[in-house]
């Protein structure tokens, strides 16, 4: 692990059934906002999934920078599990006295405080994802993962998304997303890790990788490094049954 970074990878592979999603990934994090791109099934959750510790590499080791606060990592997974029965600032309340954080600045962050007293199944699927991007966030972690944190919003929506994801990634805390919005990560990722078979085809800054590939964009840098069409939420690139969304 290189000095400032808060998380590494190192020989990474994770198998599902037999089929190996990630193969020997190396790879380290550090503060600013990291995208990872790649064709659906190019194991990008997955890899998001090992950062965040709730799955295990069959073989290397992922290893996480000591936390100065109470919670050292920061998850959304593609999936929000929140109960419904509850409003978004008594489901945001449970998590902050976890961490003794404030719920109503994680509202606030995500500009969701006008939704504070609607119930989570009144909440739209746009704002249900934004309620997990606050969850994500609240107490400071120095790490924050978020599995397609765009999925589902409208462009509005997303482009706030990206801006919350910007403003959270200082003070030596590190934003890792994946997503497909390529002209947002354009705009405000610092670093990407390009994946392609499970593995990394291309990683390092923003602007060291465009003048590599003497490209004008992230848009550009993709179909340079992983070739064909980039996938979207309504078209993925690639399909393999069962591991498509790991």
């Keep these: 692990m290189i000095d400032d970074a808060v998380a590494s990878l190192s020989g990474v592979s994770r198998t599902?059934?037999?089929?190996?999603?990630l193969d020997s990934v190396t790879l380290?994090?550090?503060?600013?906002?990291?995208a990872v791109v790649?064709?659906?099934?190019?194991?990008?959750?997955t890899l998001l999934r090992l950062l965040a510790g709730a799955?295990?590499?069959?073989?290397g080791a992922v290893s996480v920078a000591d936390s100065p606060g109470p919670k050292p990592i920061g998850y959304l997974p593609q999936r929000v599990p929140f109960r419904d029965g509850f409003t978004a600032s008594e489901t945001l309340a449970f998590y902050a006295r976890l961490v003794d954080a404030d719920p109503e600045a994680a509202l606030e962050r995500v500009g969701l405080s006008d939704a504070a007293d609607r119930p989570v199944e009144a909440l739209s699927g746009g704002m249900r994802r934004l309620l997990g991007i606050a969850q994500a966030t609240i107490g400071d972690p120095p790490l924050i993962i978020l599995d397609e944190p765009t999925s589902g919003l409208d462009p509005g929506m997303r482009e706030r998304a990206f801006r919350t994801a910007t403003r959270v990634a200082t003070d030596g805390t590190a934003v890792v997303l994946s997503s497909h919005d390529l002209d947002l990560v354009d705009d405000h990722a610092d670093s990407l890790v390009l994946l392609a078979g499970g593995q990394v085809a291309a990683a390092g800054s923003r602007g060291e990788l465009l003048a590599d590939y003497d490209v004008a964009?992230?848009?550009e840098l993709y179909r340079a490094v992983v070739g064909g069409s980039v996938a979207t939420d309504e078209s993925p690139a690639v399909h393999v049954t069962g591991v498509s969304n790991r």
């Design 55 to 59: 799955a295990e590499p069959t073989t």
């Design 38 to 45: 790649g064709p659906n099934g190019s194991g990008k959750s």
């Design 28 to 34: 380290d994090v550090s503060p600013g906002v990291t």
């Design 16 to 21: 599902y059934g037999g089929i190996a999603v």
């Design 217 to 219: 964009s992230v848009d």
